[in-house]
T-cell receptor, first 115, second 114 residues
Framework: EAGVTQFPSHSVIEKGQTVTLRCDPI?????LYWYRRVMGKEIKFLLH????????ESGMPNNRFLAERTGGTYSTLKVQPAELEDSGVYFC?????????????FGPGTRLTVT | AQSVSQHNHHVILSEAASLELGCNYS??????LFWYVQYPGQHLQLLLK??????LVKGIKGFEAEFIKSKFSFNLRKPSVQWSDTAEYFC????????????FGGGTRVLVKP
C-alpha cells in the first residue's frame, strides 16, 4: 500500500506570508494526525482528525494555524501569517479505524523555514 | 501533562557493540508504548510497540524493548549493532485515556562507526 505522502517536502517563506501544507493519508485510514518538530526538540502533537471531524486539537499553538480535512481524505495545514518560530518539520501520520488506531504511520514531513 | 524522557541525546558506538537506549514516561495510567526510528533521509518508521501482555517485545531488525511498569520505563536494546543502525530513535507514549495522540521523547541520535 502507498504510504503517507506530504507536499511540499520543503518550503521557505518570509515572515508574514501564508503557507499551506498538504497530507495524503494511507487509503482507508480514518485517523489523521499532524505533529511538529521545532529546532531539534521533541516531536509534538498538533491535532487529530477522525474522518473530517477534529477529534483533538489540543496541540494547536495558536489561531494562526488552521487545519482542514474536507471530505475525510487529504488534509491541509495552513499557517497564516507565518512567524519565525513556526520553522520546523511538520509531520503527518495516519492510522486505521478501530483497534489499529494506535499504530500510526508517518509521512516524510515538510520542512518549513520562515525567514 | 505526561512527558517522555530519553536519557541520551547522542550515542556513538562501534559495529557489533550492544545498544541500550533509555526511555521513561511520567504517566501512571494505562499506556501504549512505541519506539520509532528515522534513518537518514527517510521518514519515521515503527520499530516496535507494546500494548499489553509479555513486557518483552521484539521488533524489526533485531531490536527489542522491555516494559517495566514499576519503573515507568521502556528501554530499547539491540545486542549487536550494525553500521546501518545509524539513525535517530524516538520513544513515544500513548495515554489511552487521552485519545490517540503520541507524546514523544526528544530523540536519540545513534552513530555506529564501521
Amino acid at each position: 500500500e502507498a504510504g503517507v505522502t506530504q507536499f511540499p517536502s520543503h518550503s521557505v517563506i518570509e515572515k508574514g506570508q501564508t503557507v499551506t501544507l498538504r497530507c495524503d493519508p494511507i487509503s482507508g485510514h480514518d485517523n489523521l494526525y499532524w505533529y511538529r518538530r521545532v529546532m531539534g526538540k521533541e516531536i509534538k502533537f498538533l491535532l487529530h482528525f477522525v474522518k473530517e471531524s477534529k477529534q483533538d486539537e489540543s496541540g494547536m499553538p495558536n489561531n494562526r494555524f488552521l487545519a482542514e480535512r474536507t471530505g475525510g481524505t487529504y488534509s491541509t495545514l495552513k499557517v497564516q501569517p507565518a512567524e519565525l518560530e513556526d520553522s520546523g518539520v511538520y509531520f503527518c501520520a495516519s492510522s486505521r479505524p478501530g483497534q489499529g488506531a494506535y499504530e500510526q504511520y508517518f509521512g516524510p514531513g515538510t520542512r518549513l523555514t520562515v525567514t | 501533562a505526561q512527558s517522555v524522557s530519553q536519557h541520551n541525546h547522542h550515542v556513538i558506538l562501534s559495529e557489533a557493540a550492544s545498544l541500550e537506549l533509555g526511555c521513561n514516561y511520567s504517566y501512571g495510567g494505562t499506556v501504549n508504548l512505541f519506539w520509532y526510528v528515522q534513518y537518514p533521509g527517510q521518514h519515521l518508521q515503527l520499530l516496535l510497540k507494546y500494548f499489553s501482555g509479555d513486557p518483552l517485545v521484539k521488533g524489526i531488525k533485531g531490536f527489542e524493548a522491555e516494559f517495566i511498569k514499576s519503573k515507568f520505563s521502556f528501554n530499547l536494546r539491540k545486542p549487536s549493532v550494525q553500521w546501518s543502525d545509524t539513525a535517530e530513535y524516538f520513544c513515544a507514549v500513548n495515554v489511552k485515556a487521552a485519545g490517540n495522540k503520541l507524546t514523544f521523547g526528544g530523540g536519540t541520535r545513534v552513530l555506529v562507526k564501521p
